[in-house]
């Protein structure tokens, strides 16, 4: 299980102005944060036979995907993740959210026979690490007990222990969508005519008139790492 506190933006002037931030710097229409708390994995597997829990991990929720992006910020403990590698629904919004169907789960477990790597590879987030999940992605999370040897992991001094982390979820609106949109156009034609470029007037902070300005040529890939 997992105690969860809601809406921490309005509650703790911190964390409002982090989510402030976010706002500003991917022009999504609300933040909302979550404080998550999740028990530690004991190793122990519970007795009641209609649990499906052999001790090993602790998890609050079942798989599942979010209508908004994701940004998890681990605070303490850790938490092994499991995201998908492809969306259920791209660029979902509130209207589209749904449970995932058994066919869906089946391919997110890659257990639907297809040559796709269904997930990505699982990631433990530790105390300061930070995951950004898209909106429409399958994931879940549990803590592990300290006994179970993860790919690529040695060091587990917080294995097993409690996990707390903050999970800001990124409303977006029509603005970022179509941002979103012409950003991806610009860079599909960037790749599709990598020698074109567009041409910018380049100015040394502080200078001005027509003469202060080098005119210089810039690739169609740069430009898309522009705000817009």
């Not at 300290?146 to 097993?160: A, E, F, V």
């Not at 950003?183 to 001005?208: D, N, Q, W």
Request: glycine fraction near 8%.
């Amino acid at each position: 299980f997992s105690l969860v506190f809601n809406n921490l933006q309005d509650r703790w002037r911190p964390v409002q102005h982090l989510a402030q931030k976010l706002e500003e710097e991917v022009l999504c229409s609300t933040t909302s944060v979550n404080l998550y708390f999740t028990p530690g994995a004991t190793g122990v597997a519970n007795p009641n036979p209609q649990r499906n829990d052999d001790g090993k991990h602790s998890a609050g929720f079942e798989a599942h995907w979010d209508w908004m992006d994701v940004m998890v910020f681990q605070i303490s403990g850790e938490k092994l993740w499991s995201v998908a590698s492809t969306p259920i629904v791209p660029l979902s919004n509130r209207d589209l959210k749904r449970k995932p169907t058994l066919e869906e789960m089946e391919r997110y477990r890659g257990n639907d026979g297809s040559a796709h790597e269904p997930r990505f590879r699982d990631v433990l987030l530790r105390p300061g690490d930070v995951l950004y999940i898209p909106r429409g992605f399958i994931h879940n999370a549990s803590t592990v007990s300290s006994d179970i040897l993860l790919p690529g992991i040695q060091d587990r001094q917080n294995g097993g222990k409690p996990s707390l982390h903050l999970t800001f979820g990124l409303e977006h609106s029509c603005k970022s969508l179509m941002q979103s949109v012409l950003h991806e156009v610009i860079h599909m034609f960037g790749i599709e005519y990598p020698t074109l470029g567009i041409a910018l007037r380049k100015r040394k902070c502080g200078t001005s008139g027509a003469g202060a300005a080098e005119l210089v040529n810039v690739g169609w890939l740069d430009v898309s790492q522009y705000p817009l």
